[in-house]
């Protein structure tokens, strides 16, 4: 598992975010990547408290290719990987796998979460990217989903939202063991 956390999020600082899964038992051991505008002001903080790494916002391709190398998604070293990129909106799919498609990696579109869930099962990616506003299916069933079945119960999920995320949607993300949390405004239409 891994979190990116923005320092600066509405309602609660990130600080505060990273020192309650720091002090957490079940979530200690959680790798922290932390984005911000201001990342050279940020980057001691963060390493003493806990954070594998700070990236400076916006997030580019390379730094997002950069967290999938350290969590050994490598096409190149591994063969293929296939990534399922979930979204409602057709742009917004393409906008990630694109870069992704670049680099090796093989991509499995879907535009909602019914396509998702039906693509999860019959293709058992490697990753998953995942959109949470979704209209019908969301993208916490369509976790919730691909965690109750046996082949994609332990697939790596991370979460693509432009959502102000509650603490309890927080939790429920928890509970279903994400891979990554990555804000939709850190990233530009080019990234």
């Keep these: 598992d891994l979190i990116v956390l923005d320092i600066l999020l ?35 903080k963060g390493f003493s408290m806990g ?13 997002l290719l950069g967290i999938l190398e350290k969590q050994n998604f490598l096409p190149a070293s591994q063969g293929t990987v296939r990534v399922l990129v979930v979204d409602d909106d057709p742009r917004a799919v393409e906008v990630i796998a694109i870069p992704l498609e670049a680099k090796g990696y093989t991509v499995l579109r879907a535009f909602g979460g019914r396509d998702a869930i039906k693509l999860a099962q019959e293709e058992v990616p490697d990753l998953v990217l995942l959109d949470l506003m979704m209209p019908e299916v969301d993208g ?21 939202t432009a959502k102000d995320l509650t603490e309890d949607d927080l939790n429920k993300l928890k509970l279903n063991g994400i891979q990554q949390l990555i804000q939709k405004g850190d990233v530009d239409k080019k990234q």
């Design 10 to 44: 509405p309602g609660r600082d990130g600080w505060e975010v990273l020192e309650t899964v720091k002090t957490n038992p079940k979530t200690a051991d959680v790798p922290i990547v932390i984005v911000s505008i201001i990342a050279d002001e940020n980057r001691q």
């Design 51 to 63: 954070a594998m790494d700070v990236l400076q916002k916006p997030i580019t391709p390379s730094s």
């Design 140 to 160: 916490f069933d369509v976790l919730v989903k691909i965690r109750k079945k046996t082949a994609t119960a332990m697939v790596p999920v991370l979460i693509l």
